[in-house]
């Protein structure tokens, strides 16, 4: 009885965290935020959802599997996020409009070089002016 | 007391198929590739936990094969467009 009660909830807790992703992945303004979603609301719901399958079967063959398929996601998540992240920012994906910091410039080559670009043009969302919260804040990247 | 594992995994999987609509909304949507890129990264993944929900409702232990193959192979595909896409093949 225990056992369901604890499936049940984390069933549907992790297909909430998955659906979270998914909304941020629709809602949030630019790429780097959308992964900053996707990626761990997505790992948290992957890995409730396999404690679920190991508490519902109740099998140290299927644990074992289910351990293992979350560490693996675990591990690969944060690798081809990166991976995207770096060559998206090598491509010149523009930030958010509000975005306050951008610590990769710089230190990432870009399509264009940055030598030759002066300041704000490649990533006009960089400007040191204050956000306008008159603008639409959301959905300005689609 | 079956009955309380059947619906809600039932349950779990409309809310999950609610957050794979989104990201797929996102998939077509998307501005550029690498949006795209991620979308089918996180729809790769709710597939994998969809799977293990469905794994539970019907009991066949096979699909969480089937979820493990998924995993390695969305992570293969997801390394081999990002390294594609720094090294130019895409506009």
Redesign the interface.
Same mark, same amino acid.
């Given at each position: 009885?225990i056992f369901?009660?604890l +499936?049940?909830?984390c069933?549907?807790a !992790?297909? &909430?965290f998955? $659906?979270? @992703? !998914?909304?941020g992945?629709?809602r949030m303004p630019d790429?780097f935020t959308?992964?900053h979603a996707?990626t761990k609301g997505? &790992?948290l !719901?992957?890995a409730l959802?396999?404690l679920?399958?190991a508490l519902?079967?109740q099998?140290i063959? +299927?644990a074992t %599997? $289910?351990l293992?398929?979350t560490a693996?996601?675990f591990l690969?998540?944060p690798? @081809? $996020?990166h991976?995207? !992240?770096?060559?998206?920012y090598? %491509?010149n994906?523009p930030l958010w409009k509000n975005s306050v910091i951008d610590e990769a410039r710089g230190k990432i080559e870009t399509?264009v070089p940055q030598s030759s670009q002066t300041e704000n043009e490649t990533r006009p969302e960089l400007s040191d002016a204050p956000p306008d919260s008159s603008q639409a804040r959301r959905g300005d990247?689609? | 007391m079956t009955s309380l594992i059947s619906i809600s995994t039932t349950i779990a999987i409309i809310i999950l198929v609610i957050g794979m609509v989104f990201a797929f909304i996102r998939l077509i949507r998307g501005p550029s590739l690498p949006d795209r890129v991620v979308a089918l990264d996180v729809i790769a993944t709710m597939a994998v936990g969809a799977l293990s929900l469905v794994s539970i409702q019907t009991g066949q232990q096979i699909l969480l094969d089937v979820a493990l193959s998924i995993a390695l192979i969305t992570f293969l595909g997801t390394v081999a467009l990002s390294m594609s896409l720094e090294k130019g093949v895409f506009k």
């Open positions: 009885m369901q009660i +499936v049940a909830a069933a549907i !992790g297909a &909430s998955m $659906a979270l @992703a !998914g909304l992945i629709l790429l959308r992964m996707s997505a &790992s !719901g992957v959802l396999l679920a399958v519902a079967f099998d063959s +299927v %599997k $289910a293992l398929t693996f996601i690969t998540a690798v @081809a $996020a991976m995207i !992240g770096r060559a998206a090598a %491509k994906i399509a990247n689609d | -």
